[in-house]
């Protein structure tokens, strides 16, 4: 039997642990966890105002939507460059933007915390889809196989508040199927959102998305909330236990929208999404030690369903991640766009050169123009 050198394996091991384990890998993680943490955040923001009896989900959001419009807006006035995009197309995905925070804050009013974070999983499938009609994004099998599984894995979670819903101590809701299809219906539109921030991100810029999205979502959600939510406004006892969670769940989902980006840069998609599974665990120990509610066991074997599909159709290829790493890719065309207009003066010194040549050719071009993109 040969002998083992004891130091040279412990000298391979941590060659081999360095390798996988690199500080972008690992603050991919803490960002993952951070997110995930920041979800389950506004998740409990959001169920402990409607169990205080607070009914306002537009106005919840919209501080959100003003700290983005001022924070970033105040950046994007800075540099002093004309937008990307038109407008009108930031006007429509905040509209989009708005009314998929306010079904999903909704349905807290009728369902359980726990539902509410698993059935969000069904903007993934969506955006799957959409990317493949809209963006052209080309999946496999195995991508196809996990949306399968994760659909499986939402089916079941409906069933089990079918299931509840028929025995009152375990119920998270007064109508846990109705909130149950708002949350599918707030999914949706979270997945034409996040599609048409990718699509805009790809063309555009990230942080003119943010401030854009910030301007016409808190538009957007005053004009609701006059319309919607003035007496409820008036009915709310701004006591602190209101106004704590009111403002946790707009700080909670401001840090979100500004690190997602930052994610998506240093290790993609797909670190993010499973890093964002972990949050409808966190809810789960949420429900049972802050609510003191029982939980069903098909919740256990719909997470679990849910956890494989995710890891099924994240996996894949490196060509795949590195496909929605559209943060990465915009800030390498912002810094092509630096560099073209420091090369501009060059660019009107070629120009001209070529226009006094011009005139000794008749048969060139009386001048020639050229001009960065």
């Known amino acids: 039997m040969p ?3 004891s130091e040279s394996l412990r000298r391979s091991i941590r060659e081999k642990w360095k390798k996988v384990w690199t500080k ?4 991919g993680l803490v960002l ?3 997110v995930s943490l920041l979800i389950t955040s506004t998740a409990f923001s959001s169920s402990e105002l409607a169990r205080r009896g607070v009914n306002a989900p537009t106005s919840q959001s919209f501080l959100n939507y003003l700290l983005l419009a001022i924070f970033y807006g105040a950046y994007v006035i800075y540099r002093r460059r004309p937008l990307q995009i038109n407008w009108y197309y930031y006007l429509i995905l905040g509209i989009v933007d708005v009314e998929a925070n306010f079904i999903v804050v909704k349905s807290y009013q009728y369902t359980s915390l726990t539902s509410v974070m698993l059935l969000d999983c069904w903007a993934i499938p969506c955006v799957i889809l959409l990317t493949w009609l809209f963006l052209k994004t080309k999946y496999g099998y195995r991508k196809f196989t996990g949306v399968a599984i994760c659909v499986a894995g939402i089916v079941m979670v409906v069933f089990s508040d079918v299931h509840a819903s028929d025995r009152a101590e375990v119920t998270g809701g007064p109508n846990p199927v109705k909130g149950d299809i708002l949350v599918i219906a707030g999914a949706t539109l979270y997945a034409v959102s996040n599609v048409g921030e990718e699509f805009i991100v790809k063309e555009g810029d ?6 854009m999205l910030g301007v016409f979502g808190a538009v957007v959600s005053a004009i609701q909330i006059t319309i919607l939510e003035r007496n409820e406004l008036k ?3 701004w006591t602190a236990g209101a106004v704590l969670p009111f403002l946790g769940f707009a700080l909670a989902l401001f840090l979100f929208y500004s690190t997602v980006p930052i994610i998506l840069k240093i290790c993609g998609a797909t670190l993010l999404n499973l890093s964002l599974l972990t949050s409808d665990m966190w809810a789960v120990f949420i429900r049972i030690f802050a609510y003191h509610q ?3 066991w098909m919740y256990f074997i719909a997470f679990a369903a849910v956890a494989v599909g995710i890891v099924t159709y994240s996996g894949g290829k490196k060509k795949d991640a590195e496909n929605v ?3 990465e890719a915009s800030d390498e065309r912002d810094k092509i766009k630096d560099e073209e207009a420091g090369e501009d003066h060059i660019t009107q010194g070629f120009t001209a050169a070529v226009e006094g ?5 008749a048969k060139q071009q009386p001048f020639i123009t050229i001009s960065p993109n």
């Open 32 to 34: 993952g966890q951070f």
């Open 235 to 237: 009915d709310i006892n």
């Open 294 to 296: 029982k939980v069903d």
């Open 357 to 361: 040549q011009s005139s000794e050719n």
């Open 325 to 327: 790493q559209v943060a």
């Open 24 to 27: 972008r890998a690992l603050m």
């Open 206 to 211: 990230r942080i003119e998305l943010m401030a």
């Open 3 to 5: 002998i083992v050198d």
